[in-house]
C-alpha cells in the first residue's frame, strides 16, 4: 500500500514539472496576436452609423421644411381668400342704438331695452313695405337705372367688424415690411353704411307732450347727417296725478309713438340708400338733378300716402320733397301733378285752410298740364283739378270742374279704359258731389250731377278691377273720399274675386267683353 502511495506521488511530481517550465518560457506566438486588428473591427460600424444618421436627419429636415412650406403655401392662399371673401362680400350695414332716455322719467330706464327691440321690429316691417312700393314704383315709373337689393338690411346695435379685426390679426403675425400694406387696406376698406342713435324726449313738467328724436349718420361720412323728432300729435293737459305720467303709462305712449316714428325712420333710410348709389353713368348735372328729383318724387308720394294713416306732419314732409324734385327736374309733369294731388289731400282735412290749399293745388295741377306730352295722362290731371274745384266752394270753378268732367265723358269709353288710377279718381270725384252737394241745400240744387252715385261705383269697380296688382283694393276701403259709396263694399270684394276667378284675363277686356261681367257684379251686390 506504501509503495503505491510512493508510486503515485512521484508521478506527479514528475508530470508537473515540465508544465511549469513551458509556461515559464516566453512565447512569440502569443504576442504575435493582433491587438490592434480588434478595435478596427468595433469603430468602423460606429462610423457608418452616425455617417447614417447624419444623412436621415438632413434628410428629416428637408422634409419638415417642404411640409412647413407647403402649409405656409396653403395656408397663405386660405388667408388671402378669405381676405378677398371679405372685401368682396362686405354689405351696408345698418346699426340701430338702444335707445337713450332725455325725457327726464329716469323710471324708463328700465325699460329701455325692451322698448328698443320693439322700435327694431317695427322698423324691419315698416322697411318691407317701403322696398315694395320702391319695386313698383320703379317698374311703373323710374328710376329704372337704381336696382333695389334682394335683401334688406337687418338692423344691428353693433357694427360689423370681421374685415377690421382680421386685419388686425394679420399686423401681428406679418413682417414689418408688410405691415403699411394692411394698414392701407383698413383705410381703403372701412366699414360702410348708416348708424341710428335714438332718443326719447319730453316736453312739459308733466311730460304733456312726448317725443322721438333719430340722428342719422353716414359711417364713412359721404352723405350728410340727418336730425329729425317726431312728437306726439297732441299736446295733453296733465297734471302731476294723473295716469298718462306713471312710468307704466309713459312707455304704452312712446310704444304708440313708435308707429310713426319707425314709419319716418323706414323712408329716410331707404331714400339715403337710393341717393347713395347714383349710377356712375350720371357724369353731367341735369341727368343726376332729373335722377335725384325722380327720388324726391317717390318718397313725396309715399309720405302723402302716409299722412292719413301714420300722422299729419307727413303732409310737411311730402311737400317739402315734392318742391325739391320740381326745382331738380323743373320740366317734368308728375311731381307738379303729386304736389297738387298732396294740397288737396291736406286741404280736405284742414278746415281752416281747406280753400286755400285747394287753390293752391289747382295752380300745380295747370302747370302740370302744361307740360304733360301724354293726352291719357292729361285726363287723370283735369279730373284732380275738378276734384281740387269741386271742394273749393268757388261756384264758378264748380261749375267749370262739371263741364270738365262731361268733355272727357263725351268722347270716351269707359269700359275700354285701362288706367285704373284714372278711373278710381273718376269715382273719387263722383262720390265727392254726393258729400259736397249734399251738405248745402243750394249747391244741391244748382249743382248736383245727376246719377252721381251709380256712375262713383261702377267707375270703381271698373277701376279696382283693371288694378291687377290690387294696390288700390285696401286703401278704397278706407278712402274718406269713398265713405257715400262704399256700403257692402265686403260683397264687392267677395263677388269681384269670385268672378276674376272664372274670367282670370277680365283686367284686359274690354267693351262689352269687360262691361257685361262687372255689370253682373254690380247686380249681385245692388249697386245698379
Known sequence: MKARISLIITLLVFSSSPVLAQTAQPRPKPTEISAPSQPIKVTKPISDFTKNVETFDK????????????????????????????????????????????SGADELNNVLTGLSQSARERLVREMKGVHSRVKEHIESTGPRTYQAPNKLQLPRTTPEQRLSEFLASLSEFTPDQIDPIVHILKVVFPPYGTRVTSILQSQGAYHNRL????????????????????????????????????????????????????????????????????????????????????????????????????????????????????????????????????????????????????????????????LCPDDSIKRRIRVGKATAALLSGDKMMIQEAKQEISTIESWWNDASELNFRFLYNLASWYALTLSVFSSDIAHQKNFAVANALPKARRYLVYALTRDSDRTLWYWASKDPDLENIREGFADLEFFLLKKLNEIPDLPTLAGDQFAKPIEQVLKAINWL
Request: glycine share 6%; hydrophobic share 40%.
Open 59 to 102: 434628410s428629416l429636415t428637408g422634409i419638415v421644411f417642404t411640409v412647413a412650406k407647403v402649409v405656409f403655401g396653403l395656408v397663405s392662399i386660405l388667408v388671402l381668400y378669405r381676405l378677398l371673401l371679405l372685401i368682396v362680400y362686405r354689405s351696408s350695414q345698418l346699426v340701430i342704438d338702444n335707445f337713450s332716455n332725455a
Open 211 to 370: 317725443g322721438i328724436t333719430f340722428e342719422i349718420t353716414d359711417i364713412e361720412g359721404r352723405i350728410a347727417s340727418k336730425l329729425y323728432t317726431i312728437w306726439e300729435l297732441d299736446e295733453r293737459s296733465l297734471t302731476d296725478g294723473d295716469k298718462d305720467c306713471s312710468p307704466l303709462q309713459l312707455k304704452d305712449r312712446y310704444r304708440k309713438l313708435l308707429r310713426s316714428a319707425t314709419r319716418w325712420l323706414a323712408t329716410e333710410l331707404s331714400r339715403r340708400e337710393m341717393i347713395g348709389t347714383i349710377p356712375w353713368m350720371y357724369f353731367g348735372n341735369k341727368q343726376r338733378n332729373h335722377y335725384q328729383g325722380q327720388i324726391n318724387n317717390f318718397f313725396g308720394v309715399y309720405n302723402s300716402t302716409s299722412a292719413s294713416t301714420h300722422g299729419k306732419f307727413f303732409y310737411q314732409l311730402a311737400i317739402e320733397d315734392l318742391l325739391q324734385a320740381i326745382e331738380l327736374s323743373p320740366d317734368w309733369y308728375q311731381p307738379y301733378e303729386n304736389l297738387a294731388d298732396t294740397y288737396s289731400a291736406q286741404g280736405r282735412e284742414l278746415q281752416t285752410e281747406g280753400i286755400k290749399l285747394q287753390r293752391k293745388a289747382i295752380l300745380q295741377y295747370e302747370k302740370a298740364l302744361k
